[in-house]
């Protein structure tokens, strides 16, 4: 994929968020931490990814269970960059919001 088709895709995707995303980023936004949406690394796009902790979270929903083997790919790739990358079913931010949230603090240093 070209560099400036990524990036519209990457915009594209902000802009058309599914209602899982919506209600992560607006949990997401509350962390001490700063997270950025859709965020073009490579040729991938991560969901959400926090620079300064090195973490990426990838929403999850039913098509990637037929993209398992890409999945594969993309986690081994964006961990060979440094990332732990957090990855959370669609279902779970409805179901469990305040479990994933404490799953992505477990994952982030204690505030000062």
Request: hydrophobic content about 40%.
């Amino acid at each position: 994929m070209q560099p400036r088709k990524l990036l519209a895709n990457a915009k594209a995707l902000r802009r058309n968020a599914t209602v899982h995303e919506r209600v992560l980023w607006q949990q997401l936004r509350t962390l001490g931490p700063r997270f950025r949406r859709q965020v073009p690394l490579d040729h991938y796009i991560a969901d959400f990814v926090c620079f300064e902790h090195r973490l990426i979270i990838e929403l999850d929903g039913g098509q990637h269970t037929e993209r398992e083997s890409e999945d594969l790919r993309r986690t081994a790739w964006l961990e060979s960059q440094g990332f732990e990358v957090l990855r959370i079913w669609n279902p779970e931010v409805f179901r469990n919001i305040d479990g994933v949230m404490e799953l992505i603090r477990s994952r982030l240093p204690p505030p000062p």
